[in-house]
């Protein structure tokens, strides 16, 4: 599906506040609020839209630790072996196939050392992986909720 200039416009204000009202949208882009939700009823039923969901700071639900994991893995493990085993793992964030030497990275967040440390044995002892190496954040420089909001350059 192609993204028209409002649909992007759109898409733009739902990252940044989803609870915002089809009202307020269209003023931002200058449609009446039933336009704005038909067009927001077509962006979801093309896949354009997958859901909404509220951002939640880890740590307010006792989660301080953050690490990033890079799995290293036997043979010929398939990336779909590699997601069933670390969906698994409430800690686990996020997870993607990478370039270079490993063949996954995980981010992990954890409620402490301890925790984290847990989580690597478990997910070390996965039959497939060889060995980790992993990263503990200190502090997150930039996180932008809104990098996934269309670009007028792209």
Known sequence: MSLDDIDARIITALIKDARASYAVIGNEVGLSAPAVKRRVDRLRASGAITGFSARVDPAALGWTTEAYVELFC???????????????YPEVADACTVTGEADALVHIRAADVRHFEQVMERIGAEPFVVRTRSVIVLSRLIERADSFAPSEHA
């Open 74 to 88: 036997s043979g010929r493990t398939t990336p779909e072996v590699i997601a069933a085993a670390v969906r698994g």
